[in-house]
């Protein structure tokens, strides 16, 4: 069963309470916030209950009758009979109704509540887990600006100002959008001089923002990138993302998929570009949103010359690169006292192909560090071989990791000589990271 979390309006609505002790004595207090004219039946009501000026109270047990001309029902009663009998009534003449402790007789639930002046918040897992919304809400609770009232209120005047000063539903909707933003983040809300600032904006000048979304699950990007998401009017994305981090951008934002990925590629790079440059000249703060790093094989750097040459302000947020990120949740340091002082990360996606990868492989095995090679799963065998062919000590552990959203990884360890055939065996796939050194031989997890 699914439920709608509707935000109804109760005040002066009749609500009747069936039950009079601590759970009932919750339920009301959550509700009175919200104005009802509420009703408490029960033989015994505690006395918190019972002084309330704010109720009505009748000492005795529930009856039919007490149904009529409410529109919801709390039945909270200690009797689990009398709950029942009052459901299936409310259930026949058709009244919304809460029955404590039993999901499956309820029409509604009730949610764990954050309320801040006119900011409501409910959080609901559909009864599964009250204490996991619980938790959620203590967490959200404490995000909420300390001056959030005063933000609203502020922003309700704005409104209607705003319907005033700028006919252009369009140019009102984003000034709006912006004030709010600018509001949460300044944590107060704006001055007479920034409101005015941002007001005659009329021609706002975009902007585009490199994200590096980090490597696996959502949470492993920068605060700083995730603010960035958040405060994105269009949102440019690529492939092997956590599909979590889109839930952090607002409703309103724009969300582009432009499909990057080794091999298949749904748009091409100079495509990418003039896409940058045609929203960040319609005046859109653009997050450009890419996994790892976008400095590191990540073609950022191409991005940000394009964008710089157009004359249009860009920045780059650094991300964890999978480089560090994969082989760390394997258990494997790229580089450790003792075994490696260095590392070096090479790509198995070049511009002129596969060739200068093979060919970079006498460089490589010269090499006393630890090897990363991200994008050449498909290269594994002759990255193996021609090491070997190159110098490179057959018995070098080596190690190839496939990594997931969920924070998984499937690790196969080997050395040069064999690495091959484990893989085949263990039937990894991509995306894919190859670890070669001494390192890759660790398990520190």
Request: with cysteine.
């Amino acid at each position: 069963m699914e439920y709608f979390p509707f935000f109804m309006d109760i005040e002066g609505k009749k609500g009747l309470v069936i039950g009079g002790g601590a759970v009932a004595a919750h339920k009301v207090e959550k509700l009175l916030p919200f104005a009802p004219s509420l009703t408490v039946v029960a033989p015994v009501i505690l006395p918190e209950l019972l002084e309330n000026p704010a109720l009505s109270c009748k000492q005795r047990a529930f009856r039919e009758g007490d149904l009529e001309g409410n529109l919801f029902v709390i039945a909270a009663s200690d009797d689990a009979e009398t709950n029942t009998h009052a459901a299936t009534l409310c259930k026949q003449k058709n009244i919304l109704v809460n029955v404590a402790d039993d999901k499956e007789a309820c029409g509604f639930l009730f949610p764990a509540l954050v309320k801040e002046g006119k900011l409501t918040i409910g959080i609901s897992t559909q009864g599964a887990s009250p204490q996991a919304a619980s938790d959620l809400r203590s967490k959200i609770a404490r995000e909420i600006p300390c001056r959030m009232e005063e933000i609203l209120d502020y922003l309700a005047r704005l409104r209607g100002d705003a319907k005033e000063q700028i006919p252009d539903g369009d140019r009102r909707s984003a000034f709006l959008k912006e004030a709010a933003s600018l509001c949460m983040k300044k944590n107060r809300p704006l001055s007479e001089d920034e409101e005015k600032n941002l007001l005659e904006e009329k021609d706002r000048k975009g902007s585009v923002t490199l994200v590096g979304a980090g490597c696996g699950t959502f949470d492993l990007i920068t605060v700083r990138g995730l603010n960035a998401v958040h405060y994105a009017q269009t949102l440019v994305y690529d492939d092997l993302l956590d599909e979590r981090l889109m839930e952090h951008a607002t409703e309103s934002c724009e969300k582009i998929y432009v499909g990057k990925r080794s091999g298949k590629h749904s748009m091409s790079q100079e495509q990418i570009h003039a896409l940058l440059i045609e929203k960040a000249r319609q005046g859109k703060r653009v997050v450009r949103l890419k996994g790892g790093d976008p400095f590191v094989f990540g073609r950022g750097g191409e991005e940000m010359e394009a964008l710089k040459a157009e004359g249009i302000d860009v920045e780059e947020i650094p991300g964890i690169t999978s480089a560090i990120a994969v082989p760390a949740a394997a258990g494997i340091p790229v580089t450790h006292r003792g075994l490696s002082r260095s590392f070096h990360v090479i790509t198995g996606h070049t511009a002129d192909g596969e060739a200068s990868l093979l060919r970079d492989l006498r460089l490589f095995a010269g090499f006393q560090g630890t090897l990363v090679f991200l994008m050449a799963f498909r290269h594994l065998e002759e990255i193996a071989q021609g090491l070997i062919q190159y110098g490179k000590n057959p018995k070098t552990p080596a190690a190839v990791i496939q990594g997931d959203f969920d924070g998984s990884q499937k690790t196969v360890r080997g050395n040069l000589a064999d690495i091959v055939e484990k893989v085949k065996t263990a039937k990894l796939e991509t995306p894919a990271v190859i670890v070669v050194g001494e390192t890759a031989e660790l398990n520190l997890t």
